[in-house]
T-cell receptor
Framework: EPEVTQTPSHQVTQMGQEVILRCVPI?????FYWYRQILGQKVEFLVS????????KSEIFDDQFSVERPDGSNFTLKIRSTKLEDSAMYFC????????????FGSGTRLTVV | KQEVTQIPAALSVPEGENLVLNCSFT??????LQWFRQDPGKGLTSLLL?????REQTSGRLNASLDKSSGRSTLYIAASQPGDSATYLC??????????FGTGTRLQVFP
């Protein structure tokens, strides 16, 4: 069964450093998403991406965050200057058909900012 | 603003029991509702997707129902097994395609 692949599975970074989280969505999917889950809290939407541009973003997704689809397969989330409160599990998801829904999630990247 | 709530927050049952997990949402104008399973420290596995026009979906021992007008969905797990132990999340899409997640139900099935 097709999978969404995320790397790395765990990343530790120092406060103020830049991190890039990587995702390979399912190949025929057109809609891409990032979500995050702070330990013990709800899964929260960050951003959706379609046709090489952001279609929606939450208030969490401020100027420190950016997304990119640098080639035909990768989808990345960059955090420019990490803060302690960015520590969370970050999930990438993709969907084939926005109207019908049905999202496939990756296994996540656990980001720890120290 | 759409809010999604799940009860109970945690549930511990002996193997073999039939279970009902509840999800409620404040705005009935949803596009669809999806149930996920999350194992500790892991990603989200999609279990069932119900379109707003549908009343229920079934997959194996799982059955999910949707009552849009009352803002509720239930996930029914038949003949529970220890391998069903996980956190179960429901999520809705409201006026966009972003998922709005509930608080989750942490299920433990003991032998």
């Amino acid at each position: 069964e097709p999978e969404v692949t995320q790397t790395p599975s765990h990343q530790v970074t120092q406060m103020g450093q830049e991190v890039i989280l990587r995702c390979v969505p399912i190949s025929n999917h057109l809609y891409f998403y990032w979500y995050r889950q702070i330990l013990g809290q709800k899964v929260e939407f960050l951003v959706s991406f379609y046709n090489n541009e952001i279609s929606e973003k939450s208030e969490i997704f401020d100027d420190q965050f950016s997304v990119e689809r640098p080639d035909g397969s990768n989808f990345t989330l960059k955090i420019r200057s990490t803060k302690l409160e960015d520590s969370a599990m970050y999930f990438c998801a993709s969907s084939e058909d926005r109207a019908r829904g049905g999202y496939t999630f990756g296994s996540g990247t656990r980001l720890t900012v120290v | 603003k759409q809010e999604v709530t799940q009860i109970p927050a945690a549930l511990s049952v002996p193997e073999g029991e039939n279970l009902v997990l509840n999800c409620s949402f404040t705005d009935s104008a949803i596009y669809n509702l999806q149930w996920f399973r999350q194992d500790p420290g892991k990603g989200l596995t999609s279990l069932l997707l119900i379109q707003s026009s549908q009343r229920e979906q079934t997959s194996g021992r799982l059955n999910a129902s949707l009552d849009k007008s009352s803002g509720r969905s239930t996930l029914y797990i038949a003949a529970s097994q220890p391998g069903d132990s996980a956190t179960y999340l429901c999520a809705v899409t409201h006026n966009t395609d972003k998922l709005i997640f509930g608080t989750g139900t942490r299920l433990q099935v003991f032998p």
